[in-house]
Nanobody
Framework: QVQLVESVAGLVQAGGSLRLSCAPSGGFSAYAMGWFRQAPGKERECVAA????????AYADSMKGRFTISRDDAKNTVYLQMNSLKPEDTAVYYC????????????????????WGQGTQVTVSS
């Protein structure tokens, strides 16, 4: 069973940056990874996703150009670099993992993922 441990995020001013990290226990070779977020009263949405290879990525339209997902297999860590943060980015952010036989596929639906982190609160003040 994969356990995902996310970094603690916190409070940042609008226009600022944060980097989230997620370290799956036991390694994450053969896993596609994703970052999701959920604001109060809203559905969980995909922020970014990355393939097992790391060569394929996807972003929600509102995050393109501001957020970057990456993975460092040597460090067994996936990252979400968030720049130009806006108050509407305030949410609980979740790391997710999915075992996959497909080296270049990424997944953007919550139901595609079997393993989830505990979530970390990101608050962007105006």
């Amino acid at each position: 069973q994969v356990q995902l441990v996310e970094s603690v995020a916190g409070l940042v001013q609008a226009g600022g940056s944060l980097r989230l990290s997620c370290a799956p226990s036991g390694g994450f070779s053969a896993y596609a990874m994703g970052w999701f977020r959920q604001a109060p009263g809203k559905e969980r949405e995909c922020v970014a996703a990355i393939s097992w290879s790391g060569g394929s990525t996807a972003y929600a339209d509102s995050m393109k150009g501001r957020f970057t997902i990456s993975r460092d297999d040597a460090k067994n860590t996936v990252y979400l670099q968030m720049n130009s943060l806006k108050p509407e980015d305030t949410a609980v952010y979740y790391c997710a993992a999915r075992l996959t036989p497909y080296y270049t596929d990424y997944y953007v639906r919550p139901g595609d993922y079997a393993y989830w982190g505990q979530g970390t609160q990101v608050t962007v003040s105006s």
